[in-house]
């Protein structure tokens, strides 16, 4: 039995500027953010597609979106 995993393509980072108001939560249409039952807010980049909706709704601009240092590189073939 084998495991592929393959890195996400984009990353997800959230500042100190963060509030937990889960605006992100609500407006992420692919589950990426999560907020915990202990009011945390955790992130599942797999299904990140860099929409940028989560980072346009977040009222303190916390959110920025970028391309994964692991995601695998375009080439030429």
């Given at each position: 039995?084998?495991i592929?995993?393959?890195?996400?393509?984009?990353?997800?980072?959230?500042?100190?500027?963060?509030v937990?108001?889960?605006?992100?939560?609500?407006?992420?249409?692919?589950?990426?953010?999560?907020?915990?039952?202990?009011?945390?807010?955790?992130?599942?980049?797999?299904?990140?597609?860099?929409?940028?909706?989560?980072?346009?709704?977040?009222?303190?601009?916390?959110?920025?979106?970028?391309?994964s240092?692991?995601?695998?590189?375009?080439?030429?073939?």
């Amino acid at each position: 039995m084998s495991i592929d995993f393959q890195y996400p393509e984009f990353e997800v980072e959230r500042s100190e500027d963060c509030v937990y108001c889960g605006r992100c939560v609500k407006e992420c249409p692919n589950g990426v953010h999560i907020l915990t039952e202990d009011k945390k807010l955790r992130t599942r980049p797999q299904g990140c597609v860099a929409c940028h909706r989560c980072a346009a709704f977040c009222p303190t601009g916390a959110i920025q979106i970028g391309r994964s240092r692991h995601a695998s590189r375009a080439n030429a073939n």
